[in-house]
């Protein structure tokens, strides 16, 4: 594993010093033993869903968080709500260390971070009513004496009938599922809401209500988010900053029009000329899609040195052959590195602006 | 009705006022009413709505897999000339398969997970040709290559767990391309994939739409799919065409409030600062879908007749077909003042 040289440098891209972050990540790592047998489990290989991976987040800002499924997204967002424990690496919340926390301890840090989910199917129970469902943060941490009252304010604020308070999840569609989701992370007035995919699952038309939404009520409440999405137009509409992760790995991270305008780490810019580019677009910032070859590797078995190596364009590029790649590129991780004041990128040999990389794809 | 715009190859399938109506115990849903489209050789036509529009139904009933006895199906379905609803299901499957290959959104679930790769492909070249096995072998062997699947040899032999979501995806497409079919209906093809996945598919898709000059049906919800690689476009809504033109002008011009709705509210990478404009409300019932236009009770713009009067699907002088009362200057006044209203900037 390569040593990140200023890991705190790397997580505070785009910030001013100085500033105390709200929840701080340090080479967080979470490996899933793969066993054999039922009896003795022997471990006979890792997933390595998260690998090395530091950033901070800091109030009211929101950090869009993407990648490709299986690249580790909402195994990091798992491992900062602490739903499931790491493997090694630190996460702390305002400015405290929470790895090791208890259960007990943990109890009431989870008031300040709530989370939503994707499928506002699943995430509901089909047995309790919305007023159950919303009302039950309040039961559990036991700090509302009038319940119904502020379950209402809440169905209110998100966009629901409050009259409706009795109703069942089964009477609701998709979108205002997703708001029921939401009144329940609000409930209470966390500081940290970590949204994995919360409009993945919606038609355009609603999953543009539920960003407003989204946005509006992190005016209102001083919200932190982290956001994670597979889609890069949604990320965009909602981010502050953004990184960009692979095979676990954070590859690039920055402000959110920096990064996209200008992405540095070969993936990164593979990634945003692969989105489909609608319309609106004369020409200018339109890029030439970068079509990669092949699959994302197992994490199973990452390959040896950058772990993008395998269908990195720009690697080709620098070597001037297509079926090679710079030694340093097979045998070395490349750190996190600045490769522009605030902006962080994995690779040894970073796009330059401007550069086009459809040429090396084509090559 | 439909537009003759332009295309110059042939005719290869012609929807006539196509109704398909489903009576349940709780009232009759209307998945596809009246909808009439044209698509030829060399054309990719995209169908963009979101869930529960039809998208799906039209082509389901197109391809005579919709149970004839459970739903109502009204209209004609032209496949070089022939009614493809009036074929007897043995007809049909000459037909299906063959002339009108289909691929579907979820690659996991169209290949069976206990037979090989290989063999599947090869059970669909015996069902349309009678080929001794090796025959079909050297066929299929052919079109994995085509599909860009490495190695065909060696893949051939591997199960579909063994497949990447991408490669098995490539692999239904070498399957519906077994019998050099006329059109490839496509749909929701990359839903289930990645970015990066989906770009190599939407590219393969359009290489194999020119290699083997057929007719292409891309359904999807997602407009950047669309705008990338269909050359005509139409927007459905509640089982309904709202408007049908050629992608630049859909985009460029569109004339119906609810494509407007559908454009503001898609985040798009490339445009910073603007602000998206949802559409209030949720899709309807399609059990009770509202009298007049479908879309007048989520439309800013509804006036009068909207409620009572369903607009005929026509050119009312903006270029191209469309479903909304409004006079063509009010669409493009409305639409400049979305426009400006979007970008942030006061009119």
Not at chain 1, 197 to 209: G, H, N, R, T, Y
Not at chain 2, 191 to 197: C, H, M, N, P, R
Request: hydrophobic residues 35%; neutral net charge.
């Amino acid at each position: 594993m390569t040593e990140i040289v200023e890991p705190s440098g790397a997580a505070r891209a785009g910030r001013r010093s100085g500033e105390e972050p709200l929840v701080s990540v340090r080479n967080l790592t979470k490996y899933f033993p793969i066993t054999r047998g039922i009896i003795f489990q022997r471990e006979i290989g890792r997933v390595h869903a998260v690998e090395d991976v530091s950033f901070d987040i800091f109030r009211g800002e929101t950090l869009g968080l993407v990648g490709e499924s299986g690249s580790g997204k909402s195994t990091t967002a798992r491992l900062i709500t602490k739903l499931i424990e790491s493997t090694s690496g630190t996460v702390s919340f305002d400015g405290q260390e929470i790895t090791k926390h208890s259960r007990r301890q943990m109890r009431p840090i989870r008031r300040e971070m709530q989370m939503i989910f994707q499928d506002p199917y699943s995430s509901l129970n089909p047995r309790q009513t919305i007023g159950q469902i919303v009302g039950a943060p309040y039961v559990i941490q036991k700090t509302e004496r009038n319940v119904k009252r502020r379950v209402q304010e809440l169905m209110d604020r998100v966009g629901l009938n409050p009259e409706h308070y009795n109703r069942y999840s089964h009477e609701f569609s998709g979108g205002q599922r997703q708001r029921i989701g939401i009144a329940r992370a609000l409930a209470l007035n966390p500081q940290l809401i970590v949204c994995d995919e919360p409009v993945s699952a919606l038609d355009v038309s609603i999953q543009a209500q539920i960003l407003n939404l989204l946005r509006s009520l992190q005016d209102d409440f001083n919200l932190t988010y982290l956001f994670i999405s597979h889609d890069l137009g949604v990320v965009r509409y909602v981010s502050d900053r953004i990184a960009v992760m692979y095979l676990g790995r954070i590859v690039e991270i920055g402000s959110a029009s920096d990064l996209y305008d200008n992405p540095r780490q070969p993936y990164t810019a593979a990634l945003l000329s692969a989105v489909p580019k609608g319309y609106g677009e004369n020409g200018a910032g339109a890029r030439e899609r970068v079509v990669l070859k092949g699959d994302v590797p197992s994490p199973v078995d990452p390959p040896p040195g950058c772990v993008f190596h395998p269908r990195c364009p720009q690697a080709r590029l620098v070597s001037g052959r297509e079926d090679e790649v710079p030694e340093k590129c097979r045998t070395e991780m490349p750190p996190l590195g600045e490769v522009d004041s605030g902006r962080f990128a994995a690779c040894w040999y970073p796009v330059q602006p401007g550069q086009p990389l459809d040429l090396a794809a084509k090559a | 009705m439909a537009p003759e715009r332009g295309f110059q190859g042939e005719t290869l399938l012609d929807v006539r006022d196509l109704k398909v109506h489903f009576p349940t115990p709780d009232g009759v849903v209307k998945a596809v009413d009246g909808l009439s489209f044209t698509v030829h050789r060399g054309e990719t036509f995209g169908i963009v709505g979101e869930s529960g529009s039809g998208k799906s139904v039209t082509n389901l009933t197109a391809l005579g897999l919709v149970n004839r006895k459970a739903a109502q199906i009204e209209g004609e379905v032209l496949f070089k000339g022939r009614d493809l609803l009036k074929l007897t299901p043995g007809e049909l499957r000459h037909v299906r398969g063959k002339e009108l290959a289909m691929i579907f959104q979820d690659p996991f679930a169209s290949l069976h997970p206990m037979y090989r790769v290989g063999d599947q492909l090869i059970e669909a070249v015996k069902v349309h040709s009678n080929v001794s096995k090796k025959q079909a072998e050297e066929r299929v062997l052919e079109l994995l290559g085509a599909v860009g699947i490495p190695r065909p040899r060696e893949r051939f032999r591997d199960y579909p767990h063994q497949f990447s979501g991408g490669m098995r995806q490539r692999a239904m497409i070498a399957m519906a391309l077994t019998h050099n079919p006329d059109i490839l209906i496509a749909d929701e093809p990359t839903t289930a994939l990645d970015v990066t996945v989906q770009a190599q598919i939407l590219e393969l898709i359009d290489h194999v739409k020119r290699e083997f000059d057929i007719g292409v049906i891309l359904i999807t919800h997602d407009l950047g799919v669309i705008a990338d690689v269909s050359q005509t476009v139409m927007v459905m809504y509640a089982g309904r065409a709202m408007e049908l033109a050629p992608k630049d002008e859909l985009f460029r011009k569109p004339l119906h409030p609810y494509t407007w709705g559908l454009l503001d509210s898609m985040p798009r990478i490339a445009q910073k600062g603007t602000r998206l404009l949802p559409i209030e409300g949720a899709p309807p019932s399609l059990i009770n879908v509202p009298p007049g236009c479908a879309f007048h009770p989520r439309c800013p713009h509804r006036f009068q007749p909207c409620d009572r009067e369903r607009p005929a699907f026509a050119d009312r002088g903006g270029g191209h077909p469309e479903a909304c009362h409004l006079t063509i200057e009010d669409k493009r006044r409305l639409w400049a003042e979305r426009d400006a209203r979007r970008l942030g900037v006061a009119v």
